[in-house]
């Protein structure tokens, strides 16, 4: 096998300005991220939907990577054909291979600096201990919801998410693009420790355990019933107990977790309950989510050992990344 680079997608979403801002900084100035010294692969993830400042044009490009869809040849449309173009350019076996994909967002929602990954390869867990050693970042991790899949980093042999919020779509702050690029830098120097043999992780990951998501409530023709409480608003991160308010209605009554929970509505994982340990929310209010049918999302803190295994899985995947040619 050839060695493979790192691809970094910015865009994938098109209304989420600050990441392509900075991919063509980088483009024009490659030195800017070159310390950790791997090969790159810098690319706009959805270059139609940036241009028109839209999520997607059509289907969202974040959703398209599920392999039953990409291999579906009745599946059209023009967000399913970039997804296809990406594999066939940067996949492992593509035109110019890559072997780790960091997928580059922004979200309306108060996640601060953060990490997303999605199920439990060990090279992803690997690569998000040794982030999170480093720069102290929290990680969000999604897994077994149904609902929710197909994401970009799931079709390459490691990937995670960087997610900087709070930033409205289609506005660029420099706070948030500074946060993006030390999240960036400081994963690339990860990689580069774990292919010079050098990895250290620390004996314990924290992850926050997605559970399921809650929607607000609504009448029979879709019509939100309430909206987020003020005082679960920006609160991303921060433990929920049954007795706190997450909704308010349009009268000022509130909606506890509890009561929501016990609705009918909630998924069986988060209608069981939390057990002794409180809930804890992210992607509050995210601005994109609505139409899924998402106000926020619960999960469970979690403290989970580093065998050594994992950082095994990540050394050899890393052995095979390519440097940066000398200039």
């Known amino acids: 096998m050839p060695p493979a680079a ?9 209304n989420e300005r600050n990441a392509p801002w900075l991919l063509q900084h980088w483009q024009r100035h490659p030195d800017q991220l070159a ?12 270059p139609s939907a940036h241009a028109a400042n839209r999520r997607y044009l059509e289907r969202d490009l974040n959703r398209c990577f599920a392999p039953a869809l990409l291999e579906d040849p009745a599946a059209t449309g023009a967000d399913l054909e970039r997804a296809r173009e990406l ?25 601060g600096n953060s990490l997303v990954v999605y199920g439990r390869r060990p090279a992803d867990l690997a690569l998000a201990a040794g982030i999170q050693a480093r720069l102290g970042l929290p990680v969000y991790l999604h897994e077994a919801d149904a609902r929710q899949n197909g994401f970009l980093v799931e079709c390459w042999p490691c990937g995670l ?9 289609g506005v660029i702050q420099a706070p948030i693009c500074r946060q993006t690029q ?14 010079a043999g050098r990895l250290r992780l620390p004996p314990g990951l924290v992850v926050h355990r997605h559970l399921g998501s809650l929607d607000l409530p609504r009448a029979a023709d879709g019509t939100p019933l309430a909206c987020i409480h003020p005082r679960l608003q920006h609160r991303d991160w921060h433990s929920l107990r049954p007795e706190d308010p997450l909704f308010l209605d349009r009268a000022g009554r509130s909606v506890t977790l509890g009561s929501a929970l016990r609705s009918g509505s909630a998924p069986e ?8 340990d ?12 609505g139409e899924k049918g998402i106000a926020l999302s619960l999960t469970r803190r979690e403290r989970w050992p580093v065998q050594p295994a994992l950082a095994e899985a990540l050394e050899q995947l890393a052995a095979g990344l390519a440097l940066r040619p000398a200039h």
């Open 6 to 14: 790192v691809l970094v997608v910015a865009g994938t979403h098109g």
């Open 35 to 46: 310390d950790a010294g791997l090969a790159l692969q810098l690319v706009l993830g959805n």
């Open 87 to 111: 594999l066939t350019l940067h996949g492992r076996q593509g035109l110019e291979p890559c072997a780790v994909a960091l997928d580059l967002h922004s979200t309306t929602s108060a996640m």
């Open 161 to 169: 998410v960087i997610e900087v919020g709070p930033v409205p779509q």
């Open 182 to 195: 030390l999240a960036l830098e400081g994963t690339l120097a990860v990689l580069a420790d774990a292919r």
């Open 269 to 276: 994982a988060l209608a069981q309950g939390s057990g002794p």
């Open 278 to 289: 409180p809930l804890v929310p992210v992607f509050i209010n995210e601005a994109a989510y």
